[in-house]
């Protein structure tokens, strides 16, 4: 595939160098495949990957071509960083969390428990140190990573049965995102790994007791309220998780300078683009749920106050033993401890006045 878009690129470098003037008509100079780790159904996180490539080839104005893929279709939703790292494909759309069975280091660039919020994420990759960190671990595996979306804070997911306290975790089959079930299973609870499409029926069985996915507009698609009547808050482990756009190291490097510029350009507005869309779309879908009968429920204090201990010795124990999660965690969690000092002052002061009033 590389090695096609290297002599189709030669190939048009040989013409302009003849001084023969190119064909005029819209023919893909660089044509890619993105594989999607999402359904298609998914239209905030799927469609961000469609929304990255209609920007690329607008701005290449159609030289450079993108074709996306949902999970599964040509690559399956969790083999995206092999295909990219042996180079079948030239880039993935996924949540970098789902490969911390590789490495730990993948969840910092996506969300751990009690991590960063979508703002803060974003100020740790583009003006902090993430994004320098996270793509030169990420060259262990040939990619190189843009930030393509955030979902921001999580809700924490849907419940067949009241959580009163730490008790109710013992023992609870839960379908938990990615790295989450490190923190989950100390607590006592059943960590189990179940692709989207798949959650609703285990979940309408009683095969799991509780699941979670992403917010109301997504699980509000899925069904879940139809299945489980308590939908707890806040999703404690995923605080603001980054979407990346993974490119083979050597497609990446083989585009011209223009088209570089043009994906990090189009990479930037789906960045911003996905995160605009949930908080635009959850609102509504979270009064529809409500009002169909959903029981909103904080988790009690003593889950909280738990799982934000347990995590806490976990990354104690990544760093001990984990050269490349100890390098990057101790810059996130600096940043993480000063972005909230500042945020408590300015974010959190206005936006709990704001919650306050009748508006
Ligand atoms: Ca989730």
Not at 35 to 55: E, H, M, N, Q, Y
Not at 117 to 131: C, E, H, P
Request: hydrophobic residues 40%; positive net charge; charged residues 20%.
């Amino acid at each position: 595939m590389d090695r096609r878009s290297l002599i189709k690129n030669a190939g048009i470098a040989g013409v302009l160098a003849a001084g023969v003037a190119p064909a005029v008509h819209a023919q893909a100079a660089v044509r890619w495949r993105l594989s999607s780790s999402f359904p298609k159904a998914l239209d905030t996180i799927f469609g961000a990957a469609d929304v990255f490539a209609a920007k690329v080839k607008a701005m290449s104005g159609g030289k450079f071509e993108i074709s996306t893929h949902a999970g599964g279709e040509i690559t399956p939703p969790f083999g995206v960083v092999d295909a990219v790292q042996q180079g079948s494909i030239e880039c993935a759309h996924t949540a970098p969390y789902y490969f911390f069975g590789k490495n730990e280091a993948f969840a910092l660039g996506c969300a751990i428990p009690f991590g960063l919020n979508s703002r803060q994420m974003t100020a740790w990759m583009y003006q902090g140190n993430g994004l320098t960190l996270m793509r030169e671990f990420y060259a262990k595996y040939s990619m190189t990573s843009f930030p393509m979306g955030n979902t921001g804070a999580q809700m924490g997911g849907w419940y067949r049965k009241e959580i009163k306290s730490i008790k109710d975790i013992k023992g609870l089959k839960m379908r938990i995102g990615g790295f989450a079930g490190k923190v989950f299973e100390p607590m006592g609870g059943v960590p189990q790994n179940i692709p989207g499409g798949e959650i609703y029926t285990a979940l309408e069985k009683g095969t799991i007791d509780a699941a979670e996915w992403v917010g109301p507009y997504d699980d509000q698609k899925l069904g879940f309220n139809k299945v489980a009547p308590f939908y707890y808050y806040p999703g404690w482990w995923e605080g603001g998780p980054q979407l990346d756009l993974l490119i083979n190291q050597k497609a990446f490097d083989a585009l011209s300078a223009e088209n570089k510029a043009i994906v990090e350009s189009a990479a930037a507005y789906a960045h911003t683009d996905m995160q605009a869309k949930y908080d635009a779309r959850n609102p509504a879908a979270l009064k529809q749920l409500v009002g169909a009968g959903t029981k909103l429920r904080p988790f009690p204090n003593d889950v909280m106050a738990e799982a934000f201990k347990v995590s806490q010795q976990l990354y104690s124990e990544l760093s001990a033993k984990n050269p490349e999660w100890a390098k990057i965690y101790a810059d996130y969690a600096k940043f993480r401890a000063d972005s909230n000092l500042w945020f408590r002052f300015t974010e959190a002061r206005f936006d709990s006045f704001m919650q306050a009033q009748k508006l």
